[in-house]
């Protein structure tokens, strides 16, 4: 007997997992990678989720999520939670997604570390005959962490694996969930962060940049962790890098999509200074408010004259320069900022 478990990363999925090793069935797991994060910082998460679940000696799959959970998350049909997280749609995506694996890994049913009542949107107990339902899995998924207080599964009544030595959590309450973690000397720490939709700024510059594009595209929404973000028309917004690790991370997107239009890269000269990363389509007063905010984070004094050089991309690139007076007026910064 085999599950497959979807795993989050967080201490409920290693214990779903480790109960149902206790019930004497082999487990792999799947991780569904969003795409969201630098590539160096997605290194370092998976690095960490495969030293968390090598405690289990457990088979981990990452799975990058793609353009069909992009269509999703721009409509989502149970619609979003407090930030840009649409939890019951992006679960049953999950599920569905796993559900495809099972006769591929040859495993019978999936684990999750799903809690009753622990999150309102997803995690109540009337949620779960939805998520089964839409997911097209009822009876097949076990949720051992609140075995004792949900309806048998397919493998329960046919005899396949007993949860008698299940929990039966309830609420937002971690008591029992960490009592198990010491029982069976689970070490866990939760990905930094979590997952970047509960959090409301980058759900706003995801919001910002369905309204500006129309749809959601992979390579724009990885650059919503990296810099300051600021939107100057309804077309044309300005990503401002914070450190040398983001002034990177955007020097390598304009350098990846250099023969095409639409993108700027300014650089403050004669002092330390970020890079900035145009995006879209630009008139001169939009390139000025960037240059004016580039100089903001730059070294110079306030007040100063700065000079900017800027660089478009396209078939004919070129160089240009523009001289800007440095203010640190925050108000400047506040009208264009995405919050
Ligand atoms: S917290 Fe994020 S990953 Fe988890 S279900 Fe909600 S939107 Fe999906």
Redesign the pocket.
Known sequence: MKALALF?GGLDSLLAIKLIQEAGVEVEAVYFL?PFLPSQQEEKLIKHLNSLISQLKVKLHIVPLGDDYLRMLESPQHGY?KAF???LD??IF?LRQAGEMLKKLDADFLITGEVVGQRPK?QHKGAFPIIDQESGLAGLIVRPLSAGLLPPTISETEGWISLDHCPSIQGRQRKVQLELAEKYNLKYETPAG??Q??NREFGNKAKDLLAADGKLKLETLRLLSTGRHFRFSPKFKGIIGRNHLENQELFRYFYKHRWDSGLYLLKAMGAPGPLSLGMGLANSEDLENLALLTTRYSDHQDQAEVSIKILASGKNHHKSKLTCKKTTDPLVTEKFRIT
Request: proline share 7%.
């Open positions: 989050s969003q939670g997280n649409p939890c992006c679960h999950f997803s979590g997952c939709l509960t």
